[in-house]
């Protein structure tokens, strides 16, 4: 539960700083929505796009997908937006590489800018979110940990006979399904036997003479 709630934080840290990203500069001044997405596969142009034609649409794309692995609490999804934030962010990164020669970083603002730092920055935290939690423990789960805890299941009553299994080859001494009487661990002689066999009639207790007296 704890490493859920935190990965859940950090994802939700990294899927706001990748939608924040293209408002930032990226790059000699250029901010990051004034990409086109089709630049990033035929080439940097100078054009101004959309926002829906922009780079920003994939980025938040991954961000609502972040956003659906929170909520159902599924590392892949998560880790799948991660995946698609850092493959567009290198994708920009190659080409524009090969409009500039190099990519540098100027303190007068002529090379990468914080744009680049914030996507770049989202899709690694939305990667460590995906990573640090532990996902979704449905009925499959619990019945995988009882399966582990109770390795051998519970005989049914066509085999009564077949509880506790044991590795020895061989039939089950126990044939019934009943449990087997106790057997009385006293092994000296049967005194109560010997009793009946010496007295086999009741002795009466002697007592004051109860009889009549004879008549004269």
Known sequence: MIRNILGSIVALAGAAAVVLSPFRVWYDGRLGRHYRVADLFNGISGA???????????????????????VLRSRLLVACAGVIVLGFTVLWMVRQGQVGGSLTVASDGSG?????????????????????????????SRLGRRARNQPYAAPGAEDPDTWPPTQEPGPSV??????????????????????????????????????RPPQP
């Open 48 to 70: 101004r796009p959309g926002p829906l034609a922009s780079i920003w649409l994939p980025f938040l794309f991954a961000a609502a997908v972040a956003l659906v692995g929170v």
């Open 112 to 140: 990468l800018q914080l744009g680049v730092a914030y996507a770049a920055g989202g899709g690694v935290l939305l990667l460590l979110g995906a990573l640090l939690m532990s996902g979704r423990h449905g009925s499959g």
């Open 174 to 211: 126990q044939t019934s399904p009943w449990p087997e009487p106790e057997v009385d661990p006293y092994t000296g002689p049967d005194t109560h036997r010997g009793d009946q066999d010496t007295a086999p009639y009741p002795v009466q207790e002697e007592g004051p003479d109860t009889r």
